[in-house]
């Protein structure tokens, strides 16, 4: 079963510029998750999806990000423009929990992120 | 707000010793994922758990729901454990699918050989 595949693997960009990473969870999954994780903590959670519809994007900094998943499958999180404390893993998982249910997470590898 | 408190926050143990990271959760919280992160790696679910105890080779995690807390343990450590190990906390979400994960800080632990 293929996992969760995540692009670019690093990226390094000036600040005030824009990046975006591209997220394709396992096949099925119709929880979709995007986590910051800045060196030395833990995980954050930016956004999740349920299907193509947004369940929590309360911790996500709209004003500089954003995050679609139009046909439900694939993602992609935008970052316009770049601030220096934006330098970061971004994780993406999936799950296939739906109604009331918790179930494993299967993350990807993550795109280091730095902002110089 | 979930919350999710995970000790210890450091450990080194000789190869071949039974390790135990041991988390406490938050009232909110119905599942307990334990999660391996290597230097520079992605992160890897190695359980999901809400009640009992799972087994997968020489990793054991248990879960008591009425002190809310939970162990992973490993046994016969070997150096390629070496690792973070992080717990974190879901919440059923009602308006349907799991809630995002409230992570602990992370044990890292080292075996040496």
């Known amino acids: 079963e293929a996992g969760v595949a995540q692009s670019p693997r690093y990226k390094i960009i000036e600040k005030r510029q824009s990046v975006a990473f591209w997220c394709n969870p396992i096949?099925?999954?119709?929880?979709l998750y995007w986590y910051q994780q800045i060196l030395g903590q833990g995980p954050k959670l930016l956004i999740q999806?349920?299907?193509?519809?947004?369940?929590?994007d309360s911790q996500l900094p709209k004003d500089r990000f954003s995050a679609e998943r139009l046909k439900g499958v694939d993602s992609t999180l935008k970052i316009q423009p770049a601030k220096l404390e934006d330098s970061a893993v971004y994780l993406c998982?999936?799950?296939?929990?739906?109604?009331?249910?918790?179930?494993?997470?299967?993350f990807g590898s993550g795109t280091q992120l730095s902002v110089l | 707000k979930n919350e999710v408190e995970q000790s210890p926050q450091n450990l080194t143990a000789q190869e071949g010793e039974f390790i135990t990271i041991n988390c406490s959760y938050s009232?909110?919280?119905?599942?307990l994922h334990w999660l391996q992160q290597h230097p520079g790696g992605g992160i890897v679910s190695l359980f999901m758990?809400?009640?009992g105890k799972k087994k997968h080779g020489r990793l054991i995690a248990t879960i008591n729901i009425q002190e809310k807390h939970s162990s992973l343990h490993i046994t016969a450590s070997h150096p390629r454990d070496s690792a973070v190990y992080i717990c974190?906390?879901?919440?059923?979400?009602?308006?349907?699918?799991?809630?995002?994960?409230?992570f602990g800080k992370g044990t890292h632990l080292i075996i040496q050989p």
């Open positions: 998982a999936s799950s296939s929990a739906l109604v009331g249910g918790n179930e494993k997470l299967f």
């Open positions: 096949s099925g999954h119709a929880t």
């Open positions: 999806f349920q299907n193509n519809g947004v369940v929590d």
């Open positions: 009232v909110g919280i119905s599942a």
């Open positions: 758990l809400s009640s």
């Open positions: 974190a906390g879901s919440s059923m979400y009602s308006g349907g699918g799991a809630d995002g994960l409230t």
